[in-house]
C-alpha cells in the first residue's frame, strides 16, 4: 500500500491558487462598458433619427444628439422624442437576449453592458421626465401639458421599475464574473458589485474622447445621461446582489484583453469623432 506524504500546511497554501481579484477585471469592464454605451448612445440618436426621417424630416446624427427641423405638428415631435428611449429598450431586450446564449468572454462583457444601458437609459428618461425638460421625456411632457404631479407618479414608477430590473441585471453581471472570484455569501456578492463602482467611472472617463470637439452643452446632457442611469443601475444593484443566488457551472474565464477590444474602443471613438461630430446626415 502506498501513501501518500502529507503536505506541509505552508506549502499547501502556497500550492493553492489564490482567489482572482476583482481588480483585475477594471480594465475589461471599463473598456466594455465605454464601448457598448458609446455604441447604445449612437443607436439611441439613430432611432430619433429614424423616426424624423419617417416624417419627411433630413436629420443628422451627431455627438449624443440628434438634429432636425422642429416641426408644427406636436404628434410628430412626440414621435420623433419617444423613438429614442423605445430605441434604447429595444437594444437592452435584444442584446438580453443574446447575452444568455453567450459563453464567458470579452463579448459577453458587451453584450451584459449594451442589455443594461438600453434597460437603464429607458427607465432613466421615465424617471427625469420631471427633472430635464430637455430630455427625452420632457419633451414628451411639455408637447401635452402634462401635469407636474403625473410626471413625478412617473418618475417614481421608473425608479421602481428599475430598482425591480436590477434583479436580474445584477445576477447577470455575478454570472460574467470568473469561478475563482468568491460570491458564496450575501457579503461576497455585495462586495463584488461594490468593486463595479471603480470600473464604471473609468469607462465614464472614456466616453470623453468621443466627445472632444463637439457642443459643450450636448456633451454635458449627453455624459450626464450616460452617467445617471449607470448610478442608480449600480446602486440599485448592490441590495439585490445579496437576494439568493445559485451559481451556474461554466469553465474558467479571466481577464485578459483581447487585442481586437482595443480596436474596437478605437475604432467607435474615430466614428465619433471623424463622422458624427460633422453630422451623419440620414
Given at each position: 500500500?502506498?501513501?501518500?506524504?502529507?503536505?506541509?500546511?505552508?506549502?499547501r497554501d502556497a500550492a493553492t491558487p489564490r482567489t482572482a481579484s476583482l481588480r483585475a477585471a477594471w480594465g475589461?469592464?471599463?473598456?466594455?462598458?465605454?464601448?457598448?454605451?458609446?455604441?447604445?448612445?449612437?443607436?439611441?440618436?439613430?432611432?430619433?433619427?429614424?423616426?424624423?426621417?419617417?416624417?419627411?424630416?433630413?436629420?443628422?446624427?451627431?455627438?449624443?444628439?440628434?438634429?432636425?427641423?422642429?416641426?408644427?405638428?406636436?404628434?410628430?415631435?412626440?414621435?420623433?422624442?419617444?423613438?429614442?428611449?423605445?430605441?434604447?429598450?429595444?437594444?437592452?431586450?435584444?442584446?438580453?437576449?443574446?447575452?444568455?446564449?453567450?459563453?464567458?468572454?470579452?463579448?459577453?462583457?458587451?453584450?451584459?453592458?449594451?442589455?443594461?444601458?438600453?434597460?437603464?437609459?429607458?427607465?432613466?428618461?421615465?424617471?427625469?421626465?420631471?427633472?430635464?425638460?430637455?430630455?427625452?421625456?420632457?419633451?414628451?411632457?411639455?408637447?401635452?401639458?402634462?401635469?407636474?404631479?403625473?410626471?413625478?407618479?412617473?418618475?417614481?414608477?421608473?425608479?421602481?421599475?428599475?430598482?425591480?430590473?436590477?434583479?436580474?441585471?445584477?445576477?447577470?453581471?455575478?454570472?460574467?464574473?470568473?469561478?475563482?472570484?468568491?460570491?458564496?455569501?450575501?457579503?461576497?456578492?455585495?462586495?463584488?458589485?461594490?468593486?463595479?463602482?471603480?470600473?464604471?467611472?473609468?469607462?465614464?472617463?472614456?466616453?470623453?474622447?468621443?466627445?472632444?470637439?463637439?457642443?459643450?452643452?450636448?456633451?454635458?446632457?449627453?455624459?450626464?445621461?450616460?452617467?445617471?442611469?449607470?448610478?442608480?443601475?449600480?446602486?440599485?444593484?448592490?441590495?439585490?446582489?445579496?437576494?439568493?443566488?445559485?451559481?451556474?457551472?461554466?469553465?474558467?474565464?479571466?481577464?485578459?484583453?483581447?487585442?481586437?477590444?482595443?480596436?474596437?474602443?478605437?475604432?467607435?471613438?474615430?466614428?465619433?469623432?471623424?463622422?458624427?461630430?460633422?453630422?451623419?446626415?440620414?
Amino acid at each position: 500500500m502506498t501513501r501518500t506524504p502529507e503536505i506541509p500546511a505552508a506549502r499547501r497554501d502556497a500550492a493553492t491558487p489564490r482567489t482572482a481579484s476583482l481588480r483585475a477585471a477594471w480594465g475589461p469592464l471599463a473598456l466594455s462598458y465605454a464601448t457598448a454605451q458609446l455604441v447604445e448612445v449612437f443607436l439611441h440618436e439613430g432611432s430619433h433619427a429614424l423616426a424624423a426621417r419617417a416624417m419627411g424630416f433630413h436629420p443628422a446624427i451627431g455627438q449624443f444628439v440628434e438634429l432636425h427641423v422642429p416641426s408644427a405638428e406636436r404628434a410628430q415631435e412626440a414621435l420623433v422624442a419617444a423613438a429614442g428611449p423605445v430605441g434604447s429598450l429595444v437594444t437592452g431586450l435584444v442584446c438580453w437576449a443574446l447575452y444568455r446564449r453567450r459563453g464567458p468572454s470579452y463579448p459577453r462583457l458587451l453584450l451584459m453592458w449594451l442589455a443594461m444601458t438600453g434597460v437603464a437609459a429607458f427607465l432613466g428618461y421615465l424617471v427625469v421626465m420631471p427633472l430635464l425638460a430637455p430630455g427625452d421625456t420632457g419633451v414628451l411632457a411639455r408637447l401635452y401639458h402634462v401635469p407636474v404631479a403625473v410626471q413625478f407618479l412617473v418618475a417614481a414608477a421608473g425608479m421602481a421599475l428599475l430598482y425591480l430590473v436590477t434583479r436580474p441585471l445584477s445576477r447577470m453581471y455575478l454570472d460574467s464574473l470568473p469561478a475563482s472570484v468568491p460570491l458564496d455569501t450575501p457579503r461576497d456578492r455585495k462586495a463584488a458589485v461594490t468593486r463595479l463602482w471603480v470600473p464604471y467611472f473609468l469607462g465614464l472617463a472614456l466616453l470623453v474622447p468621443a466627445a472632444l470637439g463637439g457642443d459643450p452643452e450636448v456633451v454635458f446632457y449627453g455624459i450626464l445621461g450616460c452617467w445617471g442611469p449607470g448610478m442608480a443601475l449600480v446602486g440599485f444593484m448592490t441590495p439585490n446582489a445579496g437576494r439568493p443566488y445559485e451559481r451556474r457551472e461554466r469553465p474558467e474565464t479571466d481577464w485578459r484583453l483581447p487585442v481586437w477590444a482595443f480596436l474596437a474602443y478605437a475604432a467607435v471613438v474615430a466614428f465619433y469623432l471623424l463622422v458624427l461630430r460633422p453630422g451623419l446626415h440620414i
